[in-house]
């Protein structure tokens, strides 16, 4: 089948790329851009690990042609760092919090949970729990994975927080 | 898992999507959201030769009132449904049932007229739009109709859409003022299909029934319209024995299959109890 060529935006950066119609967001993340940061997991728009910010929303990559995004804003969680190194409040805070034991979803979550705070910034423990209830984490840290989002949404309000680590 | 090969097609306008489903004809599928399609593509359970993506036409979406009706797009997703201050105002039903649906990204994604007009009885908005009395406006090589959401569905996957045609909005006459509505989904888990769902949409004048409408999701292969419990409802004050004649009508017109989330006869009961708390609840919202 013939390639189409698509261009977009991809954590601030214009990328293009020629890609097959068939292939899906994720495999065009990973594969020709080398942004391994989202992950496959069950491959079948379950588990949310492949989540990355599309336009302001949170999709599921694996479920989405490359093709779809011609045009589009994509972030990853390779863009929420700044240039520094200074990490983004929410991973600061999945640091702090211990918001991960294996880290496979982390990526998933920390987008997720990015686009949650911008649609809304104070949100409490119900919402986050229902913001966050397309990720699985299979260590089953939810807990901490809430305190995390909690400790970043606290941060982003200019209230002290409590750090935990270290 | 990587889906079979197709060509991508991406009109700007109804007229034109029409037109390329018409010329490209059997092998072509339309996308809306993609969120059923693409993961049965991925499964190569369904490959068509032309993908033609919806999503790339501005008049398919929004929401919008227009006299006692309102109309939403075809590609309005399910998360700008949960968003719509004219919905909350107009049928706060459907906030409740959007947030039922998938998980948030797939929420992002879904689109009302996706999930209408597949005729997966899995899907929920079917039952709900069965309920409420919505009317599917339908666009197709021999031009413009509109099909009554009661008589849309004739089987699983087999909805009245003829070749070529596609949904592109969905008009709903909206409840009157002060209707109290509910719809209670049993599922095991954030995502899942239903189990067995019902949607109730009423209202009532000193303690008793003046209309009622119910839906029953995923225990036929159609979304069930069932007229003739809600009849029984109407003029009575919900007293204890006439729900329990309803809950039984309701209850006969299912055919669930069993499956992972149980056997017939549990997902027929299960029907009844969602019917009972929907009631309850819708009419604790009326006025």
């Keep these: 089948m013939a390639k189409t060529r698509i261009e977009l935006t991809v954590n601030g950066q214009a990328v293009e790329g020629l890609v097959e119609p068939r292939t899906l967001l994720i495999h065009f993340l990973r594969e020709q851009l080398g942004l391994t940061g989202p992950h496959i997991g069950c491959d079948t728009s379950h588990c949310g690990a492949c989540t990355v910010d599309l336009d302001g929303k949170s999709v599921k990559s694996c479920t989405l042609f490359a093709v779809q995004a011609q045009g589009s804003q994509v972030l990853t969680i390779e863009g929420l760092a700044a240039a520094d190194g200074t990490l983004h409040v929410l991973q600061e805070g999945f640091r702090q919090m211990h918001g991960l034991q294996c880290g496979f979803c982390t990526p998933g979550m920390i987008t997720r949970a990015y686009r949650l705070l911008q649609e809304n910034p104070r949100p409490s423990e119900q919402e986050i729990r229902f913001g966050i209830s397309g990720n699985l984490c299979r260590c089953t840290g939810y807990q901490n994975i809430v305190k995390a989002v909690q400790y970043a949404a606290d941060r982003l309000a200019g209230i002290d927080v409590k750090e935990a680590a270290e | ?287």
């Design chain 2, 1 to 287: 898992m990587i889906p079979g090969s197709f060509a991508y097609h991406r009109p700007q306008s109804v007229r034109e999507a029409v037109a390329m489903l018409a010329d490209l004809g059997e092998e072509a599928r339309p996308l809306a959201g993609g969120h059923s399609l693409i993961p049965m593509m991925k499964l190569r359970l369904a490959q068509p030769q032309h993908l033609v993506d919806l999503g790339g036409i501005p008049d398919l979406k929004g929401v919008r009132a227009e006299a006692g009706d309102v109309v939403i797009g075809a590609m309005t997703s399910q998360h700008e449904m949960i968003a719509s201050p004219v919905l909350a105002e107009r049928i706060p039903l459907l906030r409740e049932v959007s947030v039922l649906i998938a998980d948030p990204q797939v929420r992002y994604m879904g689109t009302l007229g996706g999930n209408v007009a597949n005729g997966d009885p899995g899907n929920d908005m079917p039952a709900v739009m069965v309920c409420l009395g919505a009317i599917f406006q339908l666009a197709g090589p021999n031009g413009e109709r509109q099909v009554a959401a009661r008589e849309f569905y004739q089987g699983a996957y087999f909805t009245a859409l003829e070749p070529g045609e596609i949904v592109t909005a969905i008009r709903i006459p909206a409840p009157p003022a002060g209707h109290g509505y509910a719809y209670e989904k049993l599922k095991r888990k954030v995502g899942d299909y239903a189990t067995a769902a019902a949607a109730v949409v009423l209202t009532q004048s000193g303690g008793r029934l003046t209309s009622c409408s119910i839906g029953l999701t995923n225990v036929a292969e159609t979304p069930l319209w069932a007229d003739g419990a809600a009849a029984l409802l109407v003029g009575s004050t919900l007293d204890g024995e006439t729900i329990k004649q309803a809950v039984a009508a309701a209850e006969a017109l299912t055919a669930p299959a069993s499956d992972n989330r149980g056997p017939a006869e549990y997902r027929t009961k299960m029907a009844g109890v969602m019917l009972r708390r929907a009631l309850a609840r819708a009419r604790s919202r009326a006025a």
